[in-house]
């Protein structure tokens, strides 16, 4: 006899559904992660074309990676919601899911993003900027982990309000940069420790700096998401 | 089981124009309502709210369950909703579609539910290509079958007949039937054809 | 009316006060103000920049707490007050960056050193221009409000991030002698008195502004709803 659970739906199944539905969904149509690779090698050129043979003092370097990588997120990480705004499918998820899970499944999905976008942004940048040298591994890896959930989660929030928004494209990296400026300066300077060869305890100042605004990001997503997903 | 839908002092506005106000209703199991209007004066809108994907300016809505009040939150699990403003996820087949509503509603299904709503709505056939390749008629269809996946004791359909021809129509009635046997229908259409029995009428063109 | 005018007077009153009494090294009489090694009469700026650099922050603060109230009771009265208390908080933003800029320029020689101070403003005034991008970008008049005020939220969360990262990274060219971050003011009592009423001026004049822009744009919402 086919049947259906009644009464307690299981949030986490929600948020794992959402989340797998638009990584299928990314799979198929394949528009952010062909943008996102094409924004990471031509913007990587630029850069060595523009370095040529003098190279930049590893302080540059350090900043350059991340401001690579902070534009390659705005290029691709707003899609996430913008897309369910331009298919009108935005109801269809309302009327399935809470905002919550809403917010959870499309923030795993980010991670996810941008997890795969730095991985390739810091193996290319490593391998073709000859400048930059990383002499504390460890530092470095945790950097890259707590900076790209960082980046995630306040991206996801700005994304959602940017999808109620008219002028989607330009206003994101525009009310992004305030609110990812305190991430953006703490992983440039680890990363600079990073490249400096520094002990791993020398960066406990920037981890803890990271994991907070993590946690307040986050938090603050929670609660306000409601606002911004109901009409 | 039995289900009430109490909605009280219901008032939109919309960017300071007033939509309308003062809608009121109670409905019970069996009970079906109409919502006629000419086009613009409100029926999806008001559709939007009894579902709970919008929220009223002024006024609310109250869904008892089994005698039970249901949490806001879970309004949506109790209503489904067919309407021109509804889309689909189109790069995924139907049989997908369904699966995926069940599975974001945190519902796990067993058995062959599936392909028996698939069947009932007659698109067994092509539920596994992707929906946007179907036709019109097809996907509204499609919309059907997402909306009594859960099978929800509150039945919303905005403009119910669109798009479908004589056969999808007979479909459609067959549904309508069967939601008025069991729990609570709601029609927001032009076209009085599309609905014969009803037990309450809003117009809306008179509200204003 | 009364109020007004007495407001009037008193900013006036500072303004003459601030840029007339004397600096004399050794303060004798009353009337005298202490020179600030280094400064000089630029420190009369202390006056004069201080003042709308807190206010932007405090604006800030009151746009936000607008935006939870109207977050939580949907009332276009608050709107309007957030809107407005981040109007005049971008105004005074501009001034203080503007100020401190030229106060910069004038004792170390360049208009912009990315010292925390200087950063923090800039920060703030790139903060109300999303603002203002935003609001200007919906069209909906309840979304418009909803999103602005869970933004500000956002960016007002953020922002003490800065005061823990800023001495890590930035080296220091702010003057600590007169103001530091502990309170301790170490100015004479005629500058200490000088510079709260200052503070108190400026406050009193952000305050009429804000207090007219919401009347105004009070009547403009009645007006359209009847």
């Known amino acids: 006899m086919p049947s259906i659970e009644p009464a307690h739906p299981s949030w986490l199944l929600s948020v794992v559904s959402i989340f797998r539905k638009d990584w299928q969904s990314e799979l198929r149509t394949r528009y952010a992660i062909s943008a996102l690779a094409m924004f990471v090698i031509t913007t990587i050129s630029v850069i060595l074309f523009s370095l040529g043979s003098e190279g930049a003092p590893p302080a540059a370097l350090s900043g350059m990676l991340w401001v690579v990588i902070f534009f390659a997120a705005m290029s691709g990480l707003s899609r996430t919601f913008v897309a369910e705004e331009e298919r009108g499918t935005a109801m269809t998820l309302q009327l399935m899911a809470s905002p919550s899970a809403v917010l959870l499944g499309k923030l795993l999905f980010n991670l996810v993003l941008v997890m795969a976008l730095n991985s390739v942004t810091v193996v290319l940048y490593g391998a073709l900027i000859s400048g930059f040298v990383i002499r504390t591994y460890s530092i470095f890896l945790v950097t890259i982990a707590l900076g790209s959930v960082g980046l995630a989660a306040a991206s996801t929030i700005i994304a959602a309000i940017i999808a109620r928004a008219n002028t989607k494209g330009t206003l994101y990296p525009v009310l992004s940069f305030p609110i990812l400026l305190p991430l953006l300066l703490t992983v440039i300077n680890a990363t600079r420790l990073a490249s400096e060869g520094a002990l791993f305890e020398e960066a406990y100042g920037e981890f803890q700096v990271l994991i907070s605004y993590i946690a307040v990001v986050i938090a603050t997503s929670y609660m306000l998401f409601d606002y911004v997903w109901k009409d | 089981m039995n289900i009430q839908l109490e909605a009280s002092g219901i008032k939109k506005v919309f960017n300071r124009r007033v939509i309308f106000r003062n809608i009121s209703f109670s409905l019970r199991e069996r009970n079906t309502l109409l919502i006629t209007g000419r086009n613009g004066s409100g029926k999806s809108t008001l559709i939007k709210i009894i579902s709970s994907v919008l929220s009223p300016t002024a006024g609310s809505i109250r869904i008892v369950s089994n005698d039970m009040p249901a949490r806001p939150q879970a309004y949506a699990q109790l209503t489904g909703l067919v309407s021109p403003y509804l889309q689909m996820y189109d790069e995924f087949s139907a049989r997908e579609m369904l699966s995926l509503a069940l599975a974001i509603r945190g519902m796990r299904a067993s058995g062959t539910i599936i392909v028996d709503l698939l069947r009932r709505v007659s698109l067994e056939d092509r539920c596994d290509d992707p929906v946007r390749t179907y036709s019109s008629g097809m996907k509204q269809r499609v919309k059907y079958a997402f909306a009594l996946i859960h099978r929800p004791p509150v039945l919303l359909l905005d403009e119910p007949m669109a798009n479908l021809d004589a056969e999808g129509v007979a479909i459609v009635q067959d549904i309508m039937e069967e939601q008025r046997r069991e729990g609570i229908l709601i029609v927001a259409t032009n076209d009085l054809r599309d609905i014969r029995t009803y037990d309450l009428q809003i117009d809306l063109n008179a509200i204003h | ?226």
Request: charged share 10%; aromatic share 14%; glycine share 6%.
């Open chain 3, 1 to 226: 009316m009364v109020l007004k005018l007495f407001l009037g007077i008193w900013i006036c009153a500072v303004i003459v006060l601030g840029l007339s009494l004397p600096m004399v090294a050794q303060p004798q009489h009353w009337y005298e103000l202490p020179i600030v090694p280094g400064l000089e009469d630029k420190a009369r700026i202390v006056f004069f920049h201080v003042p709308t650099a807190w206010l932007s922050v405090i604006a800030f603060v009151s746009s936000m707490i607008y935006g939870i109230r109207y977050l939580r009771g949907r009332q276009p009265e608050d709107d309007i007050k957030s809107a407005s208390a981040a109007g005049l908080g971008f105004l005074f933003c501009v001034l203080a960056t503007a100020t401190g800029a030229i106060w910069a320029k004038v004792s170390w020689g360049t208009y912009w050193n990315w010292d925390p101070r200087q950063t923090s403003i800039f920060v703030l005034l790139l903060i109300y221009g999303a603002y203002f991008a935003l609001r200007s970008s919906i069209e909906v008049e309840e979304k418009r409000a909803a999103l602005a005020a869970v933004y500000s939220i956002i960016a007002a969360v953020t922002m003490p991030f800065f005061m823990f990262i800023m001495p890590r990274i930035l080296a220091s060219l702010h003057p600590e002698p007169i103001l530091n971050v502990q309170g301790k003011i170490q100015m004479n009592t005629t500058m200490l008195l000088v510079f709260l009423s200052s503070l108190a001026g400026f406050t009193g004049l952000y305050y009429w502004m804000w207090n007219l822009h919401v009347r105004a744009q009070g009547v403009e919402l009645h007006r359209i709803q009847s």
